[in-house]
């Protein structure tokens, strides 16, 4: 081989080692990988904010631990995870919002459509990750499911209201009146509301939707809302209403107006029917999405991935306390029973 032809392949040689080191350095970086494959380059901090503490919260809480274990993260190795809950009060989750970043958060996981607002205002461009929300849009996290803040991603979590209304007509056929209350001041209650009525005209339902400002103007509320003649109460999603539920069933069942809900944590304050979205499960794959990101994935590369599983749950011992009866093919298709 000649002078020339040995340079040349030794180019080659040299050109291909090149590329392939860089092609590993892009990879590890991606990875955020130190040593072996997946591991974080150092540990995160993760803090949870939480708005009101109710059975789907934990839910989701426990559903974002587990996603981040099935992702190979270890707490305590590759993250500590800080749950900060506001217990309903807004000044506190503003603060919450503020201690979690002050103290060094690398990533901000959200639950609740106030929390998420709160956290988008002071959050700057640490990364969110977001479930227990209905309408991620609505609350200003973007366009789209693709096209949203570069550093936000999530698990819009919005409820299954068409679902819900062949719910309402197979245990009550003769039904035509539907109650509800909403909060004016809660993004999430007004579309939750909206996509209810708009899901109860395209099956023949008239609502009644009633305005609650606070907890203690639900019981009177709920009074009001049962003197307009409707046939049961299908209470939509909200803050306020989660925390205080009973106050809605209470009197629904001395008039024996059947309550139907849209959250797990309905089911034991007196819903006769509950469809719920499956808040682990969105806590799940917010819990995937914040391992990508530790592991070096941009947010604005992660699209929205919105929940559709959901779980029915029936309570019988409520039904029959107010002469409600539950189709037993509806029961039998229920993941849960109360007095079956």
């Not at 009101?52 to 270890?74: K, N, S, T, Y």
Request: charge should be neutral; charged fraction near 20%.
């Amino acid at each position: 081989m000649g002078l020339v032809a040995r340079r040349l392949a030794l180019g080659i040689v040299l050109i291909v080692t090149i590329s392939a080191v860089l092609l590993l350095s892009d990879r590890a970086s991606r990875t955020g990988a130190t040593g072996s494959p997946g591991t974080p380059a150092r540990k995160w901090n993760l803090d949870l904010l939480e708005y009101v503490q109710v059975l789907d919260v934990e839910e989701a809480e426990r559903g974002i631990r587990e996603g981040l274990a099935e992702a190979g993260l270890v707490e305590g190795r590759d993250h500590e995870l800080r749950v900060r809950n506001a217990h309903g009060d807004m000044p506190t989750l503003n603060t919450l919002v503020d201690t979690a970043l002050s103290s060094g958060a690398d990533l901000l996981l959200t639950l609740s459509t106030p929390t998420l607002q709160a956290t988008l205002r002071r959050a700057g461009n640490v990364p969110v990750v977001f479930t227990f929300v209905a309408d991620a849009i609505a609350a200003g996290a973007g366009r789209s499911n693709e096209d949203h803040l570069p550093n936000v991603t999530g698990v819009p979590t919005v409820a299954a209201h068409d679902a819900m209304i062949d719910l309402v007509r197979e245990v009550l056929p003769r039904a035509r009146r539907i109650g509800t209350l909403f909060a004016p001041a809660e993004v999430n209650s007004v579309v939750n509301k909206d996509l209810m009525v708009k899901a109860a005209a395209r099956h023949n339902f008239e609502v009644v939707a009633l305005p609650v400002n606070t907890s203690t103007d639900i019981p009177d509320v709920t009074l009001s809302l049962l003197a307009e003649h409707i046939d049961l109460i299908c209470q939509g999603g909200s803050n306020l209403t989660a925390s205080a539920f009973a106050s809605i069933t209470r009197p629904a069942t001395r008039v024996r107006v059947p309550v139907f809900g849209y959250l797990t944590s309905d089911f034991g304050n007196g819903a006769v029917v509950v469809l719920a979205r499956d808040y682990y499960d969105g806590g799940r794959e917010a819990g995937s999405m914040a391992a990508r990101i530790i592991r070096g994935e941009r947010p604005a590369a992660i699209p929205f991935k919105p929940l559709t599983a959901t779980q029915l749950l029936v309570n019988l011992e409520v039904a029959r306390q107010i002469g409600v009866t539950i189709p037993p093919p509806l029961v039998a298709r229920a993941a849960r029973v109360i007095g079956g």
